[in-house]
């Protein structure tokens, strides 16, 4: 059975401080792994990754695959308030997007 | 700004009720897919469109739940009869692409109360 895991499921940081929220899957046929933030509403898409070892940056925001691992993770520098949120990854397999629980990050100031 | 609108923002009814949630998807999208989130299971897909035509269903309880694309710029998601266990927050999301991958568009979610 496909799945997506992500860790931590919450964490809580201060201002300023470097988070790495990591997403390991296991699935039949991979295509692709995204990450969107979730605040008070909907997902936002974040970053699309296909290929190993090469980092797409926004900013503060990066995120990196390592298919050898079968993970991703998605590093968040100088932490600001406006970063606390649901974090989601989801992986693209067979057409599906099997998504993970979240990692629910706050910001303290 | 091209978004995704979704009504009712919010829906409180009591169990036994028809619910009927609405989408507009993004002009020239033509992948439209029905989420349900909980605080337990997460994002589950009910539902995916390509081309108004249904695709994928089996996330959904098929006795109760209906999805369907009237046209290009609708997608409903009913529930009748609902029962609590249907509360939930109700997401619609189209994508520009004609697969599953890459960027989808969130509408604001449907929360939907069923007492």
């Known amino acids: 059975e496909d799945k997506v895991v992500q860790s931590p499921l919450s964490l809580v940081v201060h201002e300023g401080d470097t988070v790495t929220l990591n997403c390991s899957y296991e699935?039949?046929?991979?295509?692709?792994l995204l990450w969107y933030k979730q605040e008070k509403k909907a997902p936002t898409f974040l970053f699309m990754l296909?290929?190993s070892g090469i980092e797409k940056k926004s900013g503060r925001l990066s995120s990196i695959l390592d298919k050898k691992e079968l993970s991703s993770i998605l590093n968040i520098t100088a932490t600001q308030t406006g970063d606390s949120a649901i974090y989601l990854c989801?992986?693209?397999?067979?057409?599906?997007?099997?998504w993970g629980a979240g990692t629910k990050l706050i910001i303290k100031p | 700004d091209a978004r995704v609108t979704q009504t009712p923002r919010h829906k409180v009814t009591e169990m036994g009720q028809e619910v009927t949630m609405r989408c507009q998807p993004i002009?020239?999208?033509?992948?439209v897919f029905w989420y349900r989130q909980t605080m337990m299971q997460g994002l589950e897909l009910l539902a995916y469109?390509?081309?108004?035509?249904?695709?994928?269903d089996s996330g959904m309880p098929k006795d109760r739940f209906s999805a369907e694309m009237p046209d290009a710029t609708l997608a409903t998601l009913k529930i009748q009869p609902s029962e609590p266990r249907d509360s939930a927050v109700y997401f619609c999301?189209?994508?520009?692409?004609?697969?599953?991958?890459?960027?989808?568009?969130f509408g604001e979610g449907s929360r939907l109360t069923v007492l």
């Open positions: 002009l020239g999208h033509n992948t």
């Open positions: 989801a992986v693209d397999s067979n057409y599906q997007l099997i």
């Open positions: 469109f390509r081309n108004r035509a249904p695709l994928d």
């Open positions: 296909t290929s």
């Open positions: 999301a189209s994508g520009p692409s004609g697969g599953r991958t890459g960027e989808l568009f």
């Open positions: 699935v039949t046929n991979f295509r692709s």
